[in-house]
């Protein structure tokens, strides 16, 4: 089966800095389309990052380019999304997931981040 767990989120002041994990089970992040995305209350969910599966390019939305990154620990099965210098709108759910090569999508359960001002 294939399963996520996200986890890492929390309430942290604005400048400050959060590592979301996402643990994986039942495959390997290096094979596959994975990122994650954003709900703030009230608006749509939001892609925060990509990351392809067949030649590891990634793209960010444009509110956290050099502030977000996205790794992956092929040895924990882990991707990680370190996020520094948070801003109040960066406050939302956040979701890790996967796009299998058979077009089905897996979301981990979201995480928290709530920044203060």
């Known amino acids: 089966d294939v399963q996520l767990q996200a986890s890492g989120g929390g309430l942290v002041q604005a400048g400050g800095s959060l590592r979301l994990s996402c643990a994986a089970s039942?495959?390997?992040?290096?094979?596959?389309?994975i990122g994650w995305f954003r709900q703030a209350p009230g608006k749509e969910r939001e892609g925060v990052v990509c990351r392809s599966g067949d030649n590891g390019d990634t793209h960010y939305t444009d509110s956290v380019k050099g502030r977000f990154t996205i790794s992956i620990d092929n040895v924990h099965n882990t991707m990680y999304l370190q996020m520094n210098s948070l801003k109040p709108e960066d406050t939302a759910a956040y979701y890790c997931?996967?796009?299998?090569?058979?077009?089905?999508?897996?979301w981990g359960k979201g995480t928290q981040v709530t920044v203060s001002s």
């Open positions: 039942g495959f390997s992040f290096d094979d596959y389309a």
């Open positions: 997931y996967v796009l299998l090569t058979n077009g089905a999508t897996y």
